[in-house]
């Protein structure tokens, strides 16, 4: 029996490299606009605002959309969780909010 037959073929590299995160797990951001539900959150209807400009958030999960080559962040802005881009994003300043409940007493 040829190899080649049982192995699944391996698609060819297309040349692009999958991009470094700009931000890291756990990492508060800001969101620089106002986020709506582009459809993908389904416990929040079409268009709903999901957080509103300047809310500080925090990275839970990060992953990338292959097809674009992008990377998305999961943020938990409150009590949802909403897939970001980096350039929906910036980094939180230092001191804005205190990092954990030690930090705060």
Known sequence: MNASAVTP???AMTGMEIREP???WGQ???AI???VNDGSHP???PEALQNERREVAEIINIGNAQDINYTVYHVQFGDCVVGCL???L???PMGLLPETDEAAA
């Open 86 to 88: 980096e350039i929906e």
């Open 22 to 24: 700009a931000y890291a």
């Open 28 to 30: 508060r951001v800001i």
């Open 90 to 92: 910036v980094p939180a």
């Open 43 to 45: 416990e929040r209807a």
């Open 33 to 35: 606009d106002d986020l």
């Open 9 to 11: 073929a391996i698609p």
